[in-house]
């Protein structure tokens, strides 16, 4: 089974400082990996994904995230902070067994940006 | 640009009674699925489908029901509600080609309350 861990519940940062939250995955094969945002009573939204090529991935925002295969790691970063990123935020893994293409979701990281 | 469109936005139900939400996407999509979201518990799957009159169990398929009669609806039931279906229900799709890189698109939610 393919699994993703979010370890921590809720990252504090100060505005205009870099963000890090953080992403593991486990897989069998290939990693599809992806990073959603979901807003206060919002539905969620598509940061950026990884499939293949360049271990940095560019997204929405402002966003981006490093895959590192040996440490089975997807890190979101920002390199400066803003008030209204605070959101909350969940990494998935794309489950390709059986007849969908299904996505495992951790459980979430808070994002708390404060002035 | 509707995209993925969930009715409705926030209902309470009472112990026993049934209900349906419904999920309707304007962007072809082949692949549509329906979560839930629990605090501190990421989105788990409920039921997918991989194209009109095919449909799949998810993780927590159990006082729940699907059906997809066209490309566009997925509208999903609820028999007999429980206080344990109180949640955030989430609709989303897919393509189907493209393989494991497609982006899952998410609808904005629909909160239940069961009392």
């Known amino acids: 089974a393919q699994s993703v861990a979010q370890p921590e519940d809720q990252v504090n940062v100060a505005e205009g400082n870099p963000l890090t939250v953080k992403c593991t995955y486990s897989?069998?094969?290939?990693?599809?990996l992806f990073w959603y945002v979901q807003y206060p009573n919002r539905g969620l939204q598509f940061l950026l994904k990884?499939?293949?090529?360049?271990?940095l991935v560019k997204g929405s925002y402002g966003f981006e995230a490093e895959f590192n295969k040996s440490q089975t790691s997807f890190h979101l970063k920002k390199p400066s902070a803003l008030v209204s990123d605070s959101a909350l935020y969940f990494c998935?893994?794309?489950?390709?067994?059986?007849?969908?293409?299904?996505?495992?979701f951790g459980t979430g990281t808070r994002l708390q940006v404060t002035l | 640009n509707a995209g993925v469109t969930q009715t409705p936005k926030f209902r309470i139900l009472k112990i026993g009674q049934s209900m349906t939400l419904q999920c309707t996407q304007d962007?072809?999509?082949?692949?549509m699925y329906w979560y839930r979201q629990d605090p501190g518990m990421g989105l788990k799957l409920i039921y997918y489908?991989?194209?009109?009159?095919?449909?799949d169990k998810g993780e927590v398929p159990n006082g729940y029901n699907v059906s997809r009669s066209t490309t566009e609806d997925f509208p999903l039931r609820l028999e007999l509600a429980a206080p344990s279906q109180t949640s955030v229900y989430f609709c989303?799709?897919?393509?189907?080609?493209?393989?494991?890189?497609?982006?899952?698109?998410f609808g904005e939610g629909s909160w239940l309350t069961v009392v």
């Open positions: 989303a799709s897919s393509y189907a080609t493209g393989g494991a890189g497609n982006t899952i698109y």
């Open positions: 897989v069998s094969g290939n990693p599809y």
């Open positions: 990884y499939i293949t090529g360049d271990n």
């Open positions: 998935a893994v794309r489950d390709i067994t059986g007849t969908a293409s299904k996505l495992t």
């Open positions: 962007m072809n999509h082949n692949y």
């Open positions: 489908s991989v194209g009109a009159g095919i449909t």
